[in-house]
């Protein structure tokens, strides 16, 4: 067992080399694909279920090993919009759900593994994962259970500060909680983007800013301007810097944020109305409109497809 820990923690140092070189989708996939396979191969060496082999303390090695898969593939999702139908990327997530077998059986081991185990955060993670997984999606996870994972990630959030993959499973939970304020939210992200020049972390700390200057608060409406002007500067070698993430929707506060999956979906019927005004026509695929003292840019793919929000197209 030994042996195989030190050959994966060994091939894992050169996939993150190659992610360190910009090659973030293959080095990443590659990874994912050796952690899967190796996993499951220990599994089956052992002549346990998958079920009783994660939930052994001894083995959270494996469990920090899924954790990390978990991570890369979102980390992939967040930068490579494009490529979410790759079937790489389709691949390893059907492969993943496999290594987990009965979603609800897992989730009650790792909640009875959670207090023994030393790496918390980790355990709080997959167990918020898996109901995603086991519901598809957060936005669909009642109140009862939104509540605690919300406190997991809280916990997480205390313990481990600087990890941006709590901070971002937190703003994917707390964008559906009903309790959850757009200050809530504010107060997480701008911590979040005091510790790293993460795009993404810029990106969704400008996009709360811009909600709360559209309700007229003219210091984070300066703010997000700033903030617009950083993420542009860290997007520059960002493969989709130009695509709209997040859309502005019929809601209040965080619950006004629609992601893109989301309008795919419902076909853009959530989305709000906007009054601006013109200040550059070039063609019909590209114009800038003053709205609310923020400059929108005017975007041929979402007139085409009949989306009456707004778009910032850097970030």
Not at 159 to 181: C, G, S
């Amino acid at each position: 067992m030994e042996e195989v820990k030190v050959l994966a923690n060994h091939a894992g140092s050169w996939f993150k080399r190659s992610r360190d070189h910009n090659n973030l989708l293959h080095g990443s996939i590659s990874h994912v694909e050796m952690i899967i396979h190796m996993s499951d191969d220990v599994v089956k060496i052992s002549g346990l279920t998958h079920a009783e082999f994660f939930k052994r303390p001894s083995n959270q090695w494996f469990l920090a090993c899924l954790d990390l898969a978990e991570g890369l593939l979102e980390s992939v999702k967040q930068t490579h919009i494009e490529e979410e139908t790759n079937s790489y990327i389709t691949h390893c997530e059907s492969d993943l759900k496999k290594l987990y077998m009965d979603l609800n059986i897992v989730i009650q081991n790792l909640n009875n593994l959670l207090p023994s185990i030393s790496n918390k955060p980790m355990i709080r993670r997959q167990i918020v994962r898996l109901y995603r997984e086991k519901f598809k999606d957060f936005s669909k996870i009642g109140t009862k259970n939104l509540n605690y994972i919300m406190e997991l990630l809280k916990d997480n959030l205390m313990e481990e500060p600087d990890n941006e993959k709590n901070i971002y499973l937190w703003f994917q939970v707390a964008r559906h909680h009903p309790n959850v304020t757009l200050d809530d939210a504010i107060e997480y992200l701008s911590a979040w983007s005091s510790r790293t020049n993460q795009v993404q972390a810029l990106y969704y700390y400008y996009v709360l800013m811009v909600l709360k200057g559209m309700e007229g608060y003219e210091f984070e409406k300066s703010r997000a301007k700033r903030l617009i002007e950083a993420c542009a500067k860290e997007a520059e070698k960002f493969p989709y810097k130009t695509f709209c993430f997040e859309w502005f929707g019929i809601g209040e506060g965080l619950q006004s944020l629609v992601h893109h999956r989301m309008i795919d979906e419902a076909g853009g019927n959530q989305l709000r109305t906007v009054r601006g005004i013109v200040t550059e026509y070039k063609h019909p695929g590209n114009g800038k409109i003053e709205v609310n003292g923020f400059e929108v840019f005017f975007k041929r793919r979402a007139s085409e497809r009949n989306y009456k929000g707004f778009s910032q197209q850097r970030g």
